[in-house]
């Protein structure tokens, strides 16, 4: 399988159960919004927090933007009907949390086709816990509409009794596996919320670290960090550029029957231009979000 190319780097979340926060997404920078049925909703607001989502997502107003409905999990008392109710409310996908195994997914999209979920809505997965990080692999495989995953770094923590450390050198194996099984299936990766909203700095160095490791982007909690995520994760306008010449050069050279050329020193050949594709591609996509926010 093979995820569509697309912009994925900032993915916000925001409560269901707060319509204004709904409503300042249609507004928002952001890639991705993740509207939470999960952690951020208390029990006695989860219907209200669906019937939001819904009102929301049936007004529409959101653009290029890519929208996830985070669903409890099916072992919750709220998990099942989440999805019964979300499936049809126009999400692009839904997102299922704490996944441990393949089964759990299969069964939730058993009950979105139920629901009458259309073909195009994909189905992500967390992984936030040591035995979802060892059976990534099989969790990845377990459909081919499945669509990303997310990593869950603050419950992550917790289960692995390990430090926060600046260089995140605790998570080196854990993130490292998710990124090789993300790409070996052909799944986007979206890297754990950073939680001090005060260390601005902190932040740009650890979105500058998931950039070098893999990730497509990072998961968000408040929109002030939306910019720094979409500068470092994004195509600048000198990538934009240099992609606008590897096209060029690398049709110069096939015109002259070469499979291969040289730019500016450096050897192009066809992967090369696959790339500087895909950086276009996004860079475009990241335009369209651009434009309609304010």
């Known amino acids: 399988m093979t995820t569509a190319i697309r912009p994925r780097r900032s993915a916000l979340y925001m409560p269901g159960s707060n319509p ?3 409503e300042k997404g249609r507004s928002l920078a952001a890639d991705i919004l993740i509207m939470d049925l ?10 209200a927090a669906r019937d939001n989502i819904k009102a929301a997502l049936g007004e529409g107003g959101y653009g290029a933007r890519e929208i996830m409905v985070r669903v409890n999990h ?7 009907e989440d999805i019964r109710q979300m499936a049809a409310c126009g999400a692009d996908a839904l997102l299922m949390p704490k996944t441990e195994d393949a089964a759990t997914l299969r069964s939730a999209l058993d009950l979105m086709m139920e629901a009458g979920a259309p073909d195009h809505m ?23 509409r499945l669509g990303g995953i997310v990593l869950g770094t603050a419950d992550l923590t917790k289960e692995l009794h390990c430090l926060k450390t600046a260089d995140r050198l605790p998570y080196l194996y854990s993130l490292g596996h998710c990124i090789v099984v993300a790409r070996a299936y052909g799944l986007a990766i979206i890297d754990g919320p950073f939680e001090d909203l005060n260390d601005d700095a902190g932040f740009a160095a650890i979105c500058q670290q998931s950039l070098e490791w893999g990730f497509d ?13 979409n500068e470092t994760f994004g195509p600048s306008p000198a990538d934009i550029e240099r ?3 590897v096209i060029s050069a690398f049709a110069e050279a096939e015109a002259k029957s070469q499979g291969v050329t040289l730019l500016d020193g450096q050897l192009v050949e066809r992967l090369h231009v696959e790339d500087a594709r895909r950086v276009l591609a996004l860079a475009e996509k990241a335009a369209e979000i651009a434009a309609q926010s304010e």
């Open 20 to 22: 204004r926060a709904l």
């Open 217 to 229: 982007g990072k998961s968000l909690i408040h929109p002030k960090t939306i910019a720094t995520a």
């Open 74 to 80: 099916l072992d919750t008392d709220h998990g099942a």
């Open 122 to 144: 994909k189905l992500w997965f967390m992984i936030e816990t040591p035995k979802g990080i060892l059976r990534a692999e099989e969790i990845a495989g377990a459909s081919d």
């Open 38 to 47: 999960e952690d951020s909703v208390t029990p006695d607001k989860k219907q």
């Open 243 to 245: 992609a606008k010449r």
